[in-house]
């Protein structure tokens, strides 16, 4: 039987991403834990997040996260959701400055506080369903349309412009990485367990997945 393991490092979405994963592959068993060997021994990884990347980082220091997050990203399946998805970004400029674990080189950037579209202020932080375009084929899209929408909620966002890693683009405001992909990795900035059929098929595909593109 195929294990996910779902870090706990107190700051994710868990129960949500827990359930969903049971739904969509009920032959597999889910872990959230915190337990480093548990995380090593299962097929598959995914780091959640939500709230402030500093926290996050903070957390994912004391706890020896950001090293063992660095080790099982090399060899399976690994999946970031929301700011588990910053969080693997070199740097953030949140609360002026964060170092992030750097799987990814690119820097995540805050919307501003006078974001606008068309001459019409946008709200920050961007929440609720957008649209996502898929730049490459990955097995993580399959049956999944282009431009179908995905559930965000965030203030924080990595570039699009010059990412040679990114998978999907959202624009609001600005156009921004909505995933990124790499070897085995693939890291989302939208929550699929809060975006309904589009977002369980994502989930699925990644129980599904091998690693391999």
């Known amino acids: 039987m195929k294990t996910v393991a779902i870090i706990d490092y107190g700051m994710g979405n868990l129960h949500?991403?827990?359930?969903?994963?049971?739904?969509?592959?009920?032959?597999?068993t889910v872990l959230v834990t915190d337990n480093a060997d548990k995380i090593r021994e299962a097929d598959r990884v995914i780091l959640p997040g939500v709230?402030?990347?500093?926290?996050?980082?903070?957390?994912?220091?004391?706890?020896?996260?950001?090293?063992?997050v660095r080790e099982v990203s090399q060899d399976r399946p690994f999946l970031g959701i929301c700011v588990g998805m910053q969080a693997l970004m070199s740097r953030s400029e949140e609360n002026g400055g964060v170092d992030?674990?750097?799987l990814?080189?690119?820097?995540?950037?805050?919307?501003?506080?006078?974001?606008?579209?068309?001459?019409?202020?946008?709200?920050v932080p961007h929440m609720g369903w957008n649209q996502v375009h898929q730049t490459i084929d990955h097995p993580l899209w399959h049956n999944i349309p282009d431009a179908d929408r995905f559930y965000f909620v965030h203030s924080f966002y990595a570039e699009a412009e010059g990412n040679?890693?990114?998978?999907?683009?959202?624009?609001?405001?600005v156009d921004l990485a909505a995933a990124v992909a790499r070897d085995n990795i693939f890291a989302v900035q939208f929550h699929p367990e809060k975006s309904a059929r589009a977002g369980l098929q994502l989930l699925k595909n990644f129980t599904d997945w091998t690693g391999k593109c």
């Open 16 to 28: 949500s991403a827990k359930k969903a994963v049971e739904h969509v592959a009920p032959d597999t």
């Open 51 to 68: 709230g402030a990347i500093r926290d996050c980082m903070a957390e994912m220091h004391r706890l020896g996260v950001v090293d063992l």
């Open 100 to 102: 992030c674990i750097g």
């Open 104 to 123: 990814f080189p690119s820097e995540v950037r805050y919307f501003g506080d006078h974001l606008t579209e068309n001459g019409e202020r946008l709200k």
């Open 164 to 173: 040679a890693d990114m998978a999907g683009r959202t624009h609001y405001g």
